[in-house]
C-alpha cells in the first residue's frame, strides 16, 4: 500500500521530492562496447563499470556473445591493466587524482562462473593494493552478475570478490555481506518506454523492489530500463540509487544539471 501510495503521488504530479538523495551511481552499462571502453565511464566518474566475459583457453575474453570474441580484448588488456596503471601513477593509493573517487568493476559472467571465477580471483589477487578494500579502502571493488555460485556459497570467496544480488532471495547475513547491489530487469515490472508518465501500477512495484533492497541497506539497479530523461528522473524519484546507462557522459550532465552529485566516495565505497 506503501508503495502504491508514493508511485500515486509520482503519477499525480505531486512527486517525492523530500525523499530524494542527492547521490547517484552510474553503471556504464556494456562498457566494452563504448567509444572507448573504460575510459569514458573513468572520466565520467561512474560509480560501476560493466564488462562481459567468457573463459577461453585460460583468458577471460570481453564480448557479449561467444561470436564476438577477439583475441586482443581481454579483462587484463581492457581493464585490469589500466586500473593497476591509474594507482601506480597515484602511489597505489587512489585510481584519481580526486582522492573521494572510486568504482565498482562489475564482472558480468556468460558462461562457466567454475572456470572464470579462479582465473580472476588469480589476477586480482596480484594487485591487493588495487582491488582489495581490507587493504586499501579506495580499491576497486570486483563483483560477479550473470553466471555465478549458489548465493548461500558468497562467503567462501576472498575480499577481491563480491556479487551482484538479486531481488527476493533470504541471504544468510554471512553471505549478504557480499553482496554490492540488488539487480534485476526492467521488463519484469513495467513496459513503459520512458516517455511520459509511468503508470502507477508499474511504479509501484518497482517501488516494493526498492524498498525491499533498502530492507537490506543495499542499492538498487534496473537493467534493461529505458535509457531516456523522462526514466532517469522517474527512477531517481522512486530511490533507485544506480542509473544503468549506455550514455554516461550525457547522465551525469544530466544529474548534475539537476543538482546531484555522481559516484562520491560513501557513494562508491559504502553505498549505505
Not at 579462479?118 to 594487485?127: A, G, N, S, V
Not at 570478490?161 to 540488488?182: C, E, H, N, T
Not at 503508470?199 to 539497479?221: E, F, N, Q, Y
Not at 530500463?225 to 533507485?240: R, S
Request: hydrophobic letters at 40%; glycine letters at 6%.
Amino acid at each position: 500500500m506503501k508503495s502504491m501510495l508514493i508511485a500515486l503521488a509520482l503519477v499525480m504530479g505531486l512527486g517525492v521530492c523530500s525523499g530524494l538523495r542527492a547521490q547517484e551511481m552510474l553503471h556504464s552499462h556494456n562498457d566494452y562496447t563504448h567509444a572507448r571502453p573504460f575510459w569514458d565511464a573513468y572520466q565520467a566518474r561512474a560509480g560501476s563499470i560493466e564488462a562481459d566475459v567468457f573463459p577461453v583457453s585460460g583468458k577471460l575474453m570481453v564480448a557479449h556473445a561467444r561470436e564476438a570474441i577477439r583475441s586482443t580484448r581481454t579483462l587484463d588488456s581492457m581493464y585490469l591493466e589500466p586500473i593497476v596503471k591509474l594507482f601506480r601513477t597515484h602511489g597505489d593509493r587512489t585510481v584519481s587524482d580526486d582522492p573521494h573517487y572510486t568504482f565498482y568493476l562489475m564482472i558480468d559472467i556468460k558462461e562457466h562462473w567454475k572456470e572464470a571465477l579462479p582465473l580472476l580471483t588469480r589476477l586480482l589477487e596480484q594487485y591487493p593494493k588495487c582491488f582489495d578494500r581490507n587493504v586499501n579502502p579506495m580499491a576497486v571493488q570486483v563483483f560477479i552478475s550473470g553466471d555465478r555460485p549458489p548465493d548461500t556459497t558468497f562467503h567462501d570467496y576472498p575480499p577481491v570478490i563480491r556479487f551482484d544480488g538479486l531481488p527476493g532471495i533470504r541471504y544468510r547475513a554471512r553471505d549478504l555481506s557480499k553482496v554490492v547491489m540488488i539487480s534485476t530487469d526492467f521488463s519484469l515490472y513495467s513496459h513503459w518506454n520512458g516517455k511520459g508518465t509511468i503508470p502507477a501500477a508499474d511504479a509501484g512495484k518497482l517501488s516494493a523492489v526498492i524498498a525491499a533492497a533498502h530492507a537490506l541497506k543495499l542499492p538498487v539497479r534496473f537493467w534493461g530500463a529505458p535509457d531516456t530523461p523522462g526514466c532517469w528522473k522517474t527512477l531517481m524519484d522512486l530511490g533507485a540509487d544506480v542509473i544503468n546507462t549506455d550514455q554516461v557522459d550525457t547522465v551525469r550532465k544530466f544529474l548534475e544539471a539537476a543538482g546531484r552529485e555522481v559516484s562520491p566516495r560513501k557513494r562508491a565505497v559504502a553505498p549505505f
